[in-house]
T-cell receptor
Framework: KNEVEQSPQNLTAQEGEFITINCSYS?????LHWLQQHPGGGIVSLFM???GKKKHGRLIATINIQEKHSSLHITASHPRDSAVYIC??????????FGQGTRLTINP | DADVTQTPRNRITKTGKRIMLECSQT?????MYWYRQDPGLGLRLIYY???????NKGEISDGYSVSRQAQAKFSLSLESAIPNQTALYFC?????????????FGPGTRLTVL
């Protein structure tokens, strides 16, 4: 079993819908990283968090350390949000362990 | 200009050839990483370096070697490329801190070994 599991693996939605992507992990962590990988392959950091909630524009990330679970939400989704979203956790010493990614497609 | 650059962006080579992938950064970060990404699998760590004199193996270092020529440069070599090393390779950097910090990724190098 992977140490970091994301769900769903694939998600297709209509423009304007509220999107939730989940990440569960089985190890003790110091922080969690949400990343976005564009269709062209480039990877961009969205959030890094160790507790609570962070918001940037239409994106919201939450983490529950006790339940070993994090969620990434996108409000008022748009086709340009179509990408692969990757959850990664720090197990210590600044080494990341990655989930397999969630492929999101937003249709106009 | 991009903060983390990788060269080449695409490379096709033959089995047995030696290949070097280069990574440069202008962020002034101490820590640099090499990852590979395969379809259906998450990113996996090949090597990482916390400063110029520090090199560490990641989870899949066999068949690879690295060189940290300067704080800003970290190269990945495939001494004798094989087809199952066909993948997308990413370099990343992060700042030194007592705990953890955000990682910044290069644009990736798509390597095909025939």
């Amino acid at each position: 079993k992977n140490e970091v599991e994301q769900s769903p693996q694939n998600l297709t939605a209509q423009e304007g819908e509220f999107i939730t992507i989940n990440c569960s992990y089985s190890v003790g962590i110091s922080a969690l990283h949400w990343l976005q990988q564009h269709p062209g392959g480039g990877i961009v950091s969205l959030f890094m968090l160790s507790s609570g909630k962070k918001k940037h524009g239409r994106l919201i990330a939450t983490i529950n350390i006790q339940e070993k679970h994090s969620s990434l939400h996108i409000t008022a989704s748009h086709p340009r949000d179509s990408a692969v979203y990757i959850c990664a956790v720090y197990k210590g010493a600044q080494k990341l362990v990655f989930g397999q990614g969630t492929r999101l497609t937003i249709n106009p | 200009d991009a903060d983390v650059t990788q060269t080449p962006r695409n490379r096709i080579t033959k089995t047995g050839k030696r290949i070097m992938l280069e990574c440069s950064q202008t962020k002034g970060h101490d820590r640099m990483y090499w990852y590979r990404q395969d379809p259906g699998l998450g990113l996996r760590l090949i090597y990482y370096s916390f400063d110029v004199k520090d090199i560490n193996k990641g989870e899949i270092s066999d068949g690879y070697s690295v060189s940290r020529q300067a704080q800003a440069k970290f190269s990945l070599s495939l001494e004798s490329a094989i087809p199952n090393q066909t993948a997308l390779y990413f370099c990343a950097t992060s700042d030194f801190s007592a705990g953890y910090s955000e990682q910044f990724f290069g644009p990736g190098t798509r390597l095909t070994v025939l």
